[in-house]
């Protein structure tokens, strides 16, 4: 029997253990800035995460079918807003990732992720249950032409933040195992040049997490205050602003890449495993809302956000304790910085959407 959409449909509790993440994320920003230059930026936390979710109320009024429709004119302007960061964009420590509007600066990668996922949902809503060659190279091309792009700038972190949704999407759209075993060979052929292509600082990145001693004071130096910074935190942690590693300004970006090991060191290793259950149970409940989306397509685009929530949390978390390369991909909901944030929160607000409209005819 069809319905009007109702907020009692909601996913209040999803929503519950969000901002719970973002609070511990403001409190944590706090604490690593405390009496540094980025001072105070935790308000203007605060201001991001409230003008998220009134985004992602207004997102979850719309039609997400609507949104599918419009994704071609959508991944036009996303490939416009990567052109325009090339030609316009600020550039930074040696990066032009940036586009700035008066004293808002806006990076364009993020909100591509978006408008990945929903074009990635819709090719695959729309093509056969079972995945072909012609479907695997499409959808690597719509994937990989923004990805180039954002590797161009350069930003290795962002670019690769774009792969899990591709290999969401081939694997949900029924990709083959032989198909699999093709791409992994490929890629291992082609890493030889992507290696070449990178810039020497990114090389340094992907190489030094695997023996930070080489190198203490320059490549290795931002894992080894790191892992430094969890080791000391011990069991319960020394408490909020207490941390030696975080106020002594040893750790690196401490409200930013690496809020993490502040949290760590602060919360100790309860604290730290409390927050990964956090953000087990969110993704959880994301893909419980995948299992009751009303159609394919729904399926596809929550499992997409599933996909990029997981990766980001992956990386970073194995970065910090010195198992992943530092790629600079931030810690969703909880590191400082308002595209990340209204990403994550655009995509909730379309999770929602998809989730208020399981039992519309």
Partial sequence: MSRYISFRDFDWVLLAFVLLICALGVVEIYSATLNTKFMGVHIKQVYWILGGVGLMFLVSFFNYQALLERVPLMYLLSIASLVAVAV???KYLGARRWVQFGSFHFQPSEWVKLVLILAIAKYFADSKPECTTQDILKAGALVGVPMLMVLAQPDLGTALTYM???IMGLFLGGMKARHAAVILVIAALLAPVGWH?????QRDRLTSFMEPEADPQHRGYQVI????AVGSGG????GTAQGSQTQGQFLPVPH???IFAAFAEEHGFVGAMALLLLYFIVLMRLVQNAQTAPDR???FVVMGVVAVLAFHVLINVGMVVGFMPVTGIPLPLMSYGGSSVLFMFLALGIVMNIRMRRFVN
Avoid: W
């Fill in 88 to 90: 316009l964009g600020k």
């Fill in 164 to 166: 899990p949704i591709a």
């Fill in 197 to 201: 292509v990178l810039k020497p600082y």
């Fill in 225 to 228: 205050q790191s892992l430094v």
């Fill in 235 to 238: 069991l319960l942690g020394k």
């Fill in 256 to 258: 930013t890449d690496f």
């Fill in 297 to 299: 397509a729904g399926a």
